[in-house]
């Protein structure tokens, strides 16, 4: 009787481990292709973590891109984008920012246990669960030399990284890196996508997102949708030492102008994984 059951256990347990072992194989094979950011951190991140592994070029430029132009595309027209859409991406830094998180059953426990990890690592430290209280952040832009990387106007054969740059948001209150993320464009046959990359330990947590036109007003003007519900490059991605592979989950950023006194701009993210959304975050965005 012993013998059957450990036989049984032994051929469960080899059964499962060929089922993982398949699922890997076959989710690293769909991130194959895909241009993504080899940098890598160790246990800690922190709001200086570009300076300590030399990747920075000294420039500092003003926002998230260069010129919005870049993530043309099929889904995304920048002539329609409202001029204060346009704005914050380009001059990203002239803004002052707040957010407040909401994590959704039943991802809160395990979000409780991850913060734990993230604000000592500092890197996706955001609040804990049942804070949802607004904070503020404070952004710096920093030119990087990536390896593999791009300029945005060079002829390469196989899409790659483009004109990368660290985004920088720490917690004035603290001084501790909330986010620590490397942006990017690339470019696959004429369409644009933004590339994002969060470097964590031995790893990295990277996104491709599709850029769409965000229709709130009468007058055309439109915010900006980015998302990873495409076809294509646009996915979420987790980097491990074993390659990189692709995660069965996905975000959306929604960035829109209000008319309210004081505040220029709202936006939300949204994460979710296999369907079920773990993440909102609200942000409310006003000129310095």
Avoid: C
Avoid at 3 to 29: E, S
Wanted: glycine share 8%.
């Amino acid at each position: 009787m012993k013998r059957t059951l450990v036989r049984t256990l032994q051929f469960v347990t080899l059964g499962a481990a060929a089922l993982l072992a398949v699922a890997f194989r076959r989710a690293k094979k769909r991130a194959e292709g895909t241009p993504l950011s080899p940098v890598t951190a160790d246990w800690y991140v922190g709001p200086n973590f570009v300076e300590r592994e030399g990747l920075t070029t000294g420039e500092e430029p003003a926002g998230e891109v260069a010129d919005v132009s870049h993530f043309a595309g099929e889904a995304f027209d920048p002539d329609r984008l409202h001029p204060e859409v346009r704005r914050f991406y380009e001059r990203t830094a002239d803004y002052e920012m707040r957010y407040r998180a909401q994590w959704h059953r039943p991802f809160r426990t395990g979000a409780a246990v991850a913060s734990r990890f993230t604000s000592r690592i500092e890197q996706l430290n955001l609040p804990a669960p049942g804070d949802e209280s607004w904070h503020r952040l404070e952004s710096q832009f920093l030119d990087i030399a990536e390896p593999g990387s791009v300029a945005i106007d060079d002829d390469t054969v196989e899409p790659a990284r483009e004109d990368v740059r660290a985004w920088v948001r720490t917690d004035p209150e603290t001084g501790d890196a909330v986010f620590v993320a490397l942006y990017a464009t690339h470019h696959r046959d004429g369409d644009g996508f933004v590339n994002i990359s969060v470097p964590v330990p031995a790893g990295g947590v990277d996104t491709v997102l599709r850029p769409e036109n965000l229709a709130v007003r009468a007058d055309n003007r439109t915010g900006i949708r980015l998302t990873t519900e495409a076809a294509g490059d646009p996915r979420l991605y987790l980097r491990t030492p074993l390659g990189s592979v692709e995660v069965p989950g996905g975000q959306s950023f929604e960035v829109w102008p209000v008319d309210e006194d004081e505040i220029a701009l709202r936006a939300t993210h949204e994460m979710w994984l296999r369907g079920a959304t773990f993440l909102n975050v609200e942000y409310e965005i006003q000129r310095a």
